[in-house]
């Protein structure tokens, strides 16, 4: 990553978050009336900084002790060419290991042109997974 860029161990606030997300093209992937209560809830988070700007974001979520999920890995694409997307997400994987007691589990879901991102940073698909989904509608319990 050029040195023009700064990562900052902060979680992005909801307004960055929408300005990255409109930027990507991902506006419909968030609910965002709840979006600032998500933020609160994250473990960590790390946001890339250009001349005073967010242009980019990834935030964990999870027990804090064994599992982690990655989430909401967001560059700019004015940006992307930058190597920031692997220095968020090697930020969020030192902080885990600069903080779990135990053997830690760190997930994520990836789109297609990022697996390689990812895999470079030591992520695997296991051959005795599947990452699965379901959508719990609220108000229905």
Same mark, same amino acid.
């Given at each position: 990553?050029?040195? $023009?860029?700064?990562i !900052? ?6 307004? $960055? ?5 409109a930027?990507?093209?991902w ?5 965002? &009336? ?5 933020l $609160? ?9 250009? $001349?005073?700007? *967010? ?7 999870g ?8 989430q909401?890995?967001? !560059? ?9 997307? %692997?220095a968020? !997400? ?5 902080? *885990? %290991?600069?903080? !779990? &007691?135990?053997?830690?589990f *760190? ?9 390689g ?5 030591g992520?695997?698909? &296991?051959?005795d ?7 719990? &509608?609220?108000?229905?319990?």
């Amino acid at each position: 990553m050029s040195p $023009e860029y700064e990562i !900052v161990a902060r979680v992005a606030d909801a307004t $960055e978050l929408h300005r990255l997300a409109a930027a990507v093209g991902w506006l419909h992937h968030y609910d965002w &009336p709840t979006v600032a209560a998500a933020l $609160e809830g994250s473990l960590h988070g790390a946001v890339a900084l250009h $001349e005073g700007q *967010v242009v980019g974001a990834a935030r964990l979520v999870g027990d804090g002790v064994h599992y982690f999920y990655v989430q909401d890995v967001l !560059v700019d694409p004015a940006h992307s060419d930058e190597g920031i997307g %692997s220095a968020l !997400v090697a930020h969020l994987l030192e902080w *885990v %290991s600069a903080t !779990v &007691p135990a053997d830690a589990f *760190v997930g994520l879901f990836s789109s297609p042109e990022a697996r390689g991102m990812y895999a470079d940073l030591g992520f695997t698909q &296991p051959d005795d997974m599947t990452g699965m989904t379901v959508t719990i &509608p609220a108000g229905t319990g």
